[in-house]
């Protein structure tokens, strides 16, 4: 059993910046893709990004390709989201997730945190 607890969401204007984490417990963490996914408000969880289990792959739905940036630390882990030149559309709760997916985009991961909420003001 794995399990994610997500921090570093809050309020920032537009153009600014946050760095998301995400804490997992468990021996197993380099085992996993991890993932960042993000629901906004009436809408379906989306894929944002995901890192491959030691980290030489990444993948970013396009919509965040150059603003946003996955890594993780499997020595402590947990994997980051920064994400920079961030826009009205970026609010969303942000869920971190854990897994060995058929589809990286999908949401057919194991494990999920509870989110943590990102609003962009205008």
């Known amino acids: 059993q794995v399990q994610l607890v997500e921090s570093g969401g809050g309020l920032v204007q537009a153009g600014g910046s946050l760095r998301l984490s995400c804490a997992a417990s468990?021996?197993?963490?380099?085992?996993?893709?991890m993932a960042w996914f993000r629901q906004a408000p009436g809408k379906e969880r989306e894929f944002v990004a995901a890192?491959?289990?030691?980290?030489?792959?990444?993948w970013y739905t396009d919509s965040v390709k150059g603003r946003f940036t996955i890594s993780r630390d499997n020595a402590k882990n947990t994997v980051y989201l920064q994400m920079n030149s961030l826009k009205p559309e970026d609010t969303a709760v942000y869920y971190c997730?854990?897994?060995?997916?058929?589809?990286?985009?999908?949401?057919?991961?194991?494990?999920w945190g509870q989110g943590t909420q990102v609003t962009v003001s205008s």
């Open positions: 997730a854990a897994g060995v997916p058929g589809d990286i985009q999908s949401t057919g991961y194991d494990y």
């Open positions: 468990g021996r197993t963490f380099s085992s996993y893709v």
């Open positions: 890192i491959s289990r030691y980290g030489s792959t990444t």
